[in-house]
Nanobody, 125 residues
Framework: QLELVESGGGLVQPGGSLRLSCTASGFALGSKIIGWFRQAPGKEREGVCTISINGKETKYADFVKDRFTISRDNAKNTVYLQMNSLVPEDTALYFC??????????????????WGQGTPVTVSS
């Protein structure tokens, strides 16, 4: 059974850092484009970043450029999201998902098919 599990969320002060992990079971994560999304309370889910199958190409939403970094270790069946310089507006439930395409990097949730349950991130002093 295909499953994605996010971890690493928590409470962090503004300016702090967190690293989220997305681990797959039941399939080879290295065969999929993976995206990170987030949903803040009362807001729609939005795309954060995505990474190609070989990890050489990435795409970021403008609001996280130069602060967040997506990477992957296919041998560990895991994709990471390093988040630095966090601000309260980054507070949200963070999800990872598998892409429908094997080559097109998208930040639209309709282009992703299998989703994890999410890990919460709270940025607050």
């Amino acid at each position: 059974q295909l499953e994605l599990v996010e971890s690493g969320g928590g409470l962090v002060q503004p300016g702090g850092s967190l690293r989220l992990s997305c681990t797959a079971s039941g399939f080879a994560l290295g065969s999929k484009i993976i995206g990170w999304f987030r949903q803040a309370p009362g807001k729609e889910r939005e795309g954060v970043c995505t990474i190609s199958i070989n990890g050489k190409e990435t795409k970021y939403a403008d609001f996280v450029k130069d602060r967040f970094t997506i990477s992957r270790d296919n041998a560990k069946n895991t994709v990471y999201l390093q988040m630095n310089s966090l601000v309260p507006e980054d507070t949200a439930l963070y999800f990872c998902a598998t892409g429908l395409s094997s080559w097109y990097l998208s930040l639209h949730q309709d282009d992703f098919v299998d989703w994890g349950q999410g890990t919460p991130v709270t940025v607050s002093s």
